[in-house]
């Protein structure tokens, strides 16, 4: 087909007929019962897409058959990141196309020219394994953001404008990733204005810093399962958000009883797999001693914008210990634990301070004698540590 371009200029990127695709899209036959991307989403270009979930929702999947359904329409190339390149392997690929491959949508895709996929250097080509023929062109290319440096000088992508992040919250998140995959979102797209970028992840942390990265921190906290929400960041990048799932009222009354058969305990860390909200540590909340001493209640921590106050106990039965409360303002004899390297005043000290009395906070920190009056005070605190542990790397 014949292509239009923004500005009549191939340089900024093809024009999509996004009613096209969808129309396109919906002939494939998604089950009503899983996960579709234009259930949650306006898909347009020009902006992001971030889906968060349990597992096994089916938006990888899904968002993998419409961005194939664009290849197919306009040839346009997809590329599938992952955080470092040897998570992209053929037993990988094996899994990722598992569902694509069992209901043949490939053969839809491609007229009944193919039935099934082959993966060759972290490339993925359609193939017929009756007749053995391949496509020459692949439909979707593997990106790690680990080769990002190696690949700046010489990728040459000029209409790889569907971008798939796959599990981009994971464990061995470092801080200022988000530069790393900004550098290799300009590394593709250049000056297209036609790119949309999806990032997928299959968590429910509430407190991942990609979230403060991206501006919407404080609008998450806000997000439930089945909602999704549209943000502008400050400087106009557009960011739209899907919390992929179902609160307790909208969940199906077959999966409340599937709950009930496998998963019915109290513990909030079972809310993501049960799908019924964000996951959260039970923490050691305040004890209930009979005459508690306060000793000290100048000590804070600032994080993610919140301020938590950390008041320092004594009693006879648990000796010192500390209550986190959450709070609103601080006093002139504030001391405050902060991440920022450029400190604002004498009273704010960068990750836990260096004073005598700074190190035996922390020290009963180690010592697991740190209480809060809510799982929330607790949630923060144990994402300020790990903010940390991941500046370090």
């Not at 404008?161 to 590394?187: A, C, G, H, Q, R």
């Not at 993501?272 to 005459?291: F, L």
């Not at 804070?300 to 938590?308: F, Q, S, T």
């Not at 005043?345 to 740190?370: A, H, M, P, R, V």
Request: proline fraction near 3%; charged fraction near 25%.
């Amino acid at each position: 087909m014949t292509h239009q371009y923004y500005e009549n200029n191939p340089r900024y990127g093809i024009i999509y007929d996004w009613a096209l695709i969808k129309k396109e899209f919906l002939k494939l036959g998604i089950p009503k019962d899983v996960y579709n991307p234009y259930k949650f989403h306006k898909v347009v270009s020009g902006k992001y897409i971030m889906d968060i979930s349990e597992r096994d929702t089916g938006k990888t999947t899904n968002w993998m058959l419409l961005a194939m359904t664009i290849n197919k329409i306009y040839g346009s190339e997809i590329i599938y990141i992952r955080e470092r390149m040897e998570m992209i392997t053929p037993a990988n690929s094996r899994e990722l196309f598992k569902t694509i491959l069992a209901f043949h949508y490939v053969e839809k895709l491609t007229d009944g020219q193919y039935n099934s996929i082959r993966y060759n250097s972290r490339r993925w080509f359609y193939w017929n394994t009756e007749t053995g023929e391949e496509a020459l062109e692949p439909f979707m290319m593997g990106w790690g953001l680990d080769e990002n440096y190696n690949k700046k000088s010489s990728a040459q992508l000029p209409d790889s404008d569907i971008i798939i992040f796959d599990e981009f919250i994971s464990p061995f998140n470092y801080m200022d990733e988000i530069v790393t995959f900004s550098d290799s979102l300009k590394t593709i797209i250049r000056e297209r204005e036609s790119p949309l970028i999806v990032m997928l992840a299959n968590t429910t942390e509430l407190h991942s810093h990609w979230f403060k990265e991206y501006e919407i921190y404080d609008y998450i906290q806000e997000l439930q399962p089945g909602e999704h929400r549209e943000y502008v960041s400050s400087g106009g990048t557009i960011i739209d958000v899907g919390f992929v799932g179902n609160s307790e009222k909208t969940m199906s009354e077959h999966r409340k009883k599937h709950n009930a058969m496998f998963f019915g305990f109290k513990n909030p860390k079972l809310n993501a797999i049960r799908g019924g909200g964000w996951a959260m540590k039970i923490y050691q909340h305040p004890y209930k001693d009979k005459e508690p001493e306060s000793i000290l209640q100048n000590r804070y921590i600032r994080h993610n914008g919140v301020l938590l106050r950390l008041e320092l106990m004594y009693s006879e039965e648990h000796h010192y210990y500390i209550v986190v409360h959450r709070a609103y303002e601080i006093q002139d004899d504030s001391i405050v634990y902060c991440l920022d390297t450029q400190l604002e005043s004498f009273q704010y000290k960068y990750k836990w301070g260096t004073g005598k009395i700074d190190k035996k906070i922390w020290q009963l920190y180690e010592q697991n004698k740190w209480t809060y009056v809510s799982n929330m005070e607790g949630s923060l605190v144990d994402d300020y540590i790990k903010s940390i542990k991941m500046m370090k790397l």
